[in-house]
């Protein structure tokens, strides 16, 4: 696919880092899958690999954690 933001380049599959903030808990998500554009670096995620991530948020958030970080494992 092309990259929607750069415009030149294409995007390969690799991974990102996502940064959640909700209530005062801040949730550090390493090495979800996603499209990387190979010019510019802009992170493309799939809507089921988000909707994975917010439950993990959310589930976090339910049992009082205020800061961590997490390896993304798929559902």
Known sequence: MKCV?????DTNEGTATITLE??????VVKSVPARVCEV??????DESVAAHVLEQAKQAVREGIKLDVLEYVAA
């Not at 933001?5 to 380049?9: H, P, V």
């Open 5 to 9: 933001i750069c415009k030149n380049g």
């Open 22 to 27: 909700h209530r005062g808990a801040i949730l």
């Open 40 to 45: 510019c670096g802009e992170e493309y995620i």
